[in-house]
C-alpha cells in the first residue's frame, strides 16, 4: 500500500474465514483504515491483490467488481450519513438505487433494518437529532441495508463512551450469530479487540509491515514480538499477572 512512492505498508498476507470476527489493529498512523479502503475497493493497491472466495478484486471487469462490491456493506467511523436525509431515507437509499424494490417493501426493510441494531422508532429522526451511539447504529443499520456477506467496520467505537463502546460491541457480535455475516473491523481499542475478534492482524508503523496475525488474546500472552505484547497488555499490567497480590 503507497501513496505515490511512499510505502505505508507491504508484504501483507492473511485470510479472513466466513462468519468470523477478524481485526485489523495497530497503533495510530500504521495503515488500517487504508487497508480497509484497500479491501472494499476505494483504492489500488501499489501492489498485489484482494481475493474473494478466489475471486481476484483488482483483476477483474468493473462489472465483477461491482458484483462484489455489491457483498459488501460498511460502515464508516464518522457513520457517514447524509445529515439532510432522515435515518429510514439513509438507510433506504442503497435499496432504491441498487433495487427494484416498492416502496413499501423498502420501507419494511428499514424498519427491520433499524430494529436490528436497537433503533425501532427513529426511522423520522435526523442524525442530528440522535446520540453519537446512535448514529454508529444507524450507520451499520445502513450498511446492512442489502444484507451483505461481508461487514467492514472502521474505528466503530471511536469517540464513544465506554458503555456505549461495549453495546456496539455486543452488536456486533449479535449480528455476526444471528446473520452468519463475516466482520472485518478496524480498531485499537483493547476491550473491544478481546470482546469481538477470533482472529487478527498487527500493522507495525516502524517496520511497515504486518508483524502478527493470530488471536489477540493468544498474541497477548504468547506474542514473541514485544511491540505487540505492548500494545496488547497496555493498561492491563495487573490483569495480565492476575491481579494485585492479596
Given at each position: 500500500?503507497?501513496?505515490?512512492?511512499?510505502?505505508?505498508?507491504?508484504?501483507?498476507?492473511?485470510?479472513?474465514?466466513?462468519?468470523?470476527?477478524?481485526?485489523?489493529?495497530?497503533?495510530?498512523?500504521?495503515?488500517?483504515?487504508?487497508?480497509?479502503?484497500?479491501?472494499?475497493?476505494?483504492?489500488?493497491?501499489?501492489?498485489?491483490?484482494?481475493?474473494?472466495?478466489?475471486?481476484?478484486?483488482?483483476?477483474?471487469?468493473?462489472?465483477?467488481?461491482?458484483?462484489?462490491?455489491?457483498?459488501?456493506?460498511?460502515?464508516?467511523?464518522?457513520?457517514?450519513?447524509?445529515?439532510?436525509?432522515?435515518?429510514?431515507?439513509?438507510?433506504?437509499?442503497?435499496?432504491?438505487?441498487?433495487?427494484?424494490?416498492?416502496?413499501?417493501?423498502?420501507?419494511?426493510?428499514?424498519?427491520?433494518?433499524?430494529?436490528?441494531?436497537?433503533?425501532?422508532?427513529?426511522?423520522?429522526?435526523?442524525?442530528?437529532?440522535?446520540?453519537?451511539?446512535?448514529?454508529?447504529?444507524?450507520?451499520?443499520?445502513?450498511?446492512?441495508?442489502?444484507?451483505?456477506?461481508?461487514?467492514?467496520?472502521?474505528?466503530?467505537?471511536?469517540?464513544?463512551?465506554?458503555?456505549?463502546?461495549?453495546?456496539?460491541?455486543?452488536?456486533?457480535?449479535?449480528?455476526?450469530?444471528?446473520?452468519?455475516?463475516t466482520m472485518v473491523v478496524v480498531t485499537h481499542e483493547l476491550a473491544s479487540i478481546f470482546t469481538i475478534a477470533d482472529n487478527s492482524v498487527f500493522l507495525d508503523a516502524e517496520t511497515r509491515t504486518m508483524i502478527a496475525h493470530g488471536n489477540p488474546k493468544t498474541l497477548r500472552d504468547e506474542c514473541p514480538n514485544p511491540t505487540v505484547r505492548s500494545f496488547l497488555?497496555?493498561?492491563?499490567?495487573?490483569?495480565?499477572?492476575?491481579?494485585?497480590?492479596?
Amino acid at each position: 500500500m503507497a501513496y505515490g512512492s511512499f510505502v505505508i505498508q507491504r508484504d501483507l498476507s492473511f485470510t479472513v474465514e466466513r462468519g468470523e470476527v477478524f481485526v485489523i489493529m495497530g497503533g495510530s498512523g500504521c495503515g488500517k483504515s487504508t487497508l480497509l479502503n484497500h479491501m472494499i475497493g476505494l483504492k489500488r493497491p501499489a501492489s498485489g491483490d484482494v481475493v474473494y472466495d478466489g475471486l481476484s478484486f483488482w483483476r477483474a471487469v468493473p462489472e465483477v467488481q461491482d458484483g462484489l462490491r455489491r457483498r459488501l456493506g460498511v460502515s464508516f467511523q464518522s457513520g457517514a450519513l447524509w445529515s439532510s436525509m432522515t435515518l429510514a431515507e439513509n438507510i433506504g437509499l442503497p435499496l432504491q438505487t441498487f433495487t427494484r424494490l416498492r416502496t413499501r417493501q423498502i420501507s419494511d426493510i428499514v424498519s427491520l433494518k433499524l430494529a436490528l441494531v436497537g433503533l425501532a422508532g427513529y426511522e423520522e429522526f435526523y442524525p442530528s437529532e440522535v446520540s453519537g451511539g446512535m448514529l454508529k447504529r444507524a450507520g451499520v443499520a445502513r450498511a446492512m441495508a442489502l444484507d451483505p456477506d461481508i461487514l467492514f467496520f472502521d474505528e466503530p467505537s471511536a469517540g464513544l463512551d465506554p458503555i456505549s463502546s461495549r453495546r456496539l460491541d455486543d452488536l456486533i457480535l449479535e449480528l455476526r450469530d444471528s446473520l452468519g455475516a463475516t466482520m472485518v473491523v478496524v480498531t485499537h481499542e483493547l476491550a473491544s479487540i478481546f470482546t469481538i475478534a477470533d482472529n487478527s492482524v498487527f500493522l507495525d508503523a516502524e517496520t511497515r509491515t504486518m508483524i502478527a496475525h493470530g488471536n489477540p488474546k493468544t498474541l497477548r500472552d504468547e506474542c514473541p514480538n514485544p511491540t505487540v505484547r505492548s500494545f496488547l497488555r497496555r493498561g492491563q499490567a495487573e490483569a495480565v499477572a492476575g491481579g494485585p497480590a492479596t
